[in-house]
């Protein structure tokens, strides 16, 4: 089945420089992905999500980057600053109509203030 | 809005005693819905998801059962805990296949 490889899993930079976290899956077939942050004791809150046919996205701050040929996913937090301390998570979905994600196993960011 | 319910938010529980925990999403009808198991410091395995009332697909086995008895009520359970049942449960839900999940906050769960 559908493998997801996350790194790194810790990352520590000082405020206002950019943290990246790559992800690198393994099923041809996937069409979703997202990422998601997880504050200490919480669940997990969306950043932002792409299909398939979009190679980059960009949302306040954040830069999503698809490669399908490498079959890598990226997010890149540009200017992190303390809040952004959190856990990352990369997760990815098959095609439509499947109720399956596979998530990556995490980045633990801290930024440095 | 809609709102997810996690409950309770933390247990500690004997090995070989029962569990059950539970989860209600308020505001969405018919929401796809799903349990998550989060060891400590580790990622995300998905457990179960349901489709509809009554109907609950397992992903992985791990000596658990989940339950949709209502639209809105997902519930996960066992007869029996074992140690390696400790972690975090979360309960999320999504608008169809392939979407964006909302999560609850979850359930910490103590096997001692």
């Known amino acids: 089945g559908e493998q997801v490889e996350q790194r790194p899993p810790h990352l520590s930079v000082p405020e206002g420089d950019s943290a990246v976290i790559i992800c690198t899956y393994t099923?041809?077939?996937?069409?979703?992905f997202y990422w998601y942050k997880q504050e200490p004791g919480a669940g997990l809150q969306l950043l932002m999500s792409?299909?398939?046919?979009?190679d980059r996205k960009e949302e306040q701050g954040l830069t999503v980057l698809l490669n399908k040929k490498d079959k890598q996913l990226s997010l890149n937090l540009t200017a992190a600053h303390p809040g952004d301390s959190a856990v990352y998570f990369c997760?990815?979905?098959?095609?439509?109509?499947?109720?399956?994600?596979?998530f990556g196993a995490g980045t633990r960011l801290k930024v440095i203030a | 809005a809609q709102t997810i319910h996690q409950w309770p938010v933390a247990e500690i529980k004997a090995v070989g005693s029962p569990l059950s925990l539970g989860c209600t999403i308020k505001?969405?009808?018919?929401?796809?819905l799903y349990w998550y198991w989060q060891a400590t410091g580790g990622t995300l395995q998905q457990l179960f998801y349901?489709?509809?009332?009554?109907?609950v697909e397992s992903v992985v086995q791990l000596n658990l059962s989940a339950s949709r008895p209502k639209d809105d009520q997902f519930i996960l359970s066992t007869e029996k805990l074992l140690l390696s049942h400790s972690g975090f449960y979360l309960c999320?839900?999504?608008?169809?296949?392939?979407?964006?999940?909302?999560f609850g906050h979850g359930t910490k769960l103590s096997v001692l």
């Open positions: 505001g969405k009808s018919s929401p796809n």
């Open positions: 999320a839900w999504s608008l169809s296949s392939n979407e964006r999940l909302f």
């Open positions: 792409v299909f398939s046919n979009v």
């Open positions: 997760a990815v979905s098959l095609n439509t109509g499947n109720y399956k994600y596979v």
């Open positions: 099923d041809s077939a996937t069409a979703y």
């Open positions: 349901s489709i509809t009332v009554g109907q």
